[in-house]
């Protein structure tokens, strides 16, 4: 059965990417967490899906620009509900101290403003320290994040994260396996309308997984089943667990 992988957390019930929504979804029974990090100013690996703070916190500007003191002054609860008010940006270590019973603990690697990869061995040491580098998957839409990735840890497992628009695309279509080789890639995680059975079966062939993104439809849930898939990353990981397991979480 596909691995349920919940998408920043269960971010529907609690503030995406924050230790109430990863707790959240781990109580769910979710076989995996997905998040989104970026490097403060002092070096920090923090969890955030935007280079911002302004979306989902009561402060404003960029976390590059930030010291993780600096940001852990901020409220990311109180935008999402009231009852969450005092939620602070969670560091990765925090993050990874709630991961010890998944299966898979997909961190995906925003791009740095500069284009700089020090995230990437920082990342991956991080999870060593933790005990947790079986079951890290890193993912990136940057191709340069994840060969910084291997260039660290040859065996660190890594995700390609693309869509339609992703410049890679053509060259990954031209041709798969040497594009995975090229890049030293274990799975791939296409947004979920480029995936179907054909391509699950390809990529299985060539020893690669793949995880779409974001499975949050009932019958999209279904087909990836049916046809196999590795893995789902969703919004709705209750909703996925009963598809997948019958569970009624
Ligand atoms: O992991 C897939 C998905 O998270 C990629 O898009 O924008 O939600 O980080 P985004
Ligand atoms: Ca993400």
Redesign the pocket.
Known sequence: MPLVIS??GANRIAPENTLPAFERAIALGVDGL?N?VHMTKDGRLVVC?DDTVDRTSNGRGRICDHTLEELRRLDFGIRFAPEFAGTRLPTLEEFYALCGGLKVI?V?IKRAPDGDTASAAEVIRLAKQAGLEKQLLI?SFDPAMLLACAAADADVRTAL?YMPASPCCEELYEDIGAFAKKYHLAAL?PMVGLVNEAYLEECRSLGLMVNP??VNLEHALVSLRDWGCDGV?TDEPALAARVMYGKSA
Do not use: F
């Open positions: 998408h920043r997905e989104d899906h997909d995906e993912s994260l995680h993104w974001t990353i």
